[in-house]
């Protein structure tokens, strides 16, 4: 799949990046590596603070993803933005264990240039907390 099957315009001409990111998760989690990062421009950055890692280039974040070991899965809680910024939270499954996500895309045009991904792992909830909080949903 090509960027272009994916990428509409909203009311003002504009590249519905809703849609681009859209397409990006779910091209992630049926394996599509193509399509998964067509949506980078060729210059893109991807930074991982936790790991201090900058990868440049969509060749360069394309084969650090692709050479990955684990089973992965990607399910996506909620992308919010607008213009060319957008949040996604998801939880990502690398061999059955989940890890919750932050990924803040930066957009020029239809193309993603800067990417910064957060990882957090689950930690058991305070117990003097259970009055005030109830459960999220899986």
């Known amino acids: 799949m090509d960027l272009d099957d994916v990428v509409g315009t909203d009311l003002h ?17 049926r394996g ?14 991807l930074d991982y603070p936790q790991s201090g ?3 440049r280039g969509r060749e360069r974040i394309a084969a650090q993803r692709g050479g990955h070991p684990a089973e992965r899965h990607f399910a996506v809680r909620r992308i919010v933005g607008s213009g060319p910024l957008w949040v996604s939270e998801c939880v990502i499954t690398y061999d059955a264990v989940p890890t919750r996500t932050v990924s803040i895309m930066e957009f020029v045009g239809d193309l993603v240039v800067h990417e910064t991904q957060y990882f957090a792992d689950p930690f058991p909830a305070a117990p003097e907390r259970a009055g005030l909080a109830e459960r999220l949903p899986d």
């Not at 001409?13 to 989690?29: C, K, L, N, T």
């Not at 599509?32 to 950055?45: C, I």
């Open 13 to 29: 001409g504009a590249p519905d990046r809703r849609a681009i990111v859209e397409e990006h998760w779910r091209a992630s989690e």
């Open 32 to 45: 599509d590596v193509t399509a998964e990062h067509a949506m980078y421009a060729d210059e893109a950055v």
């Open 53 to 55: 890692e900058r990868f």
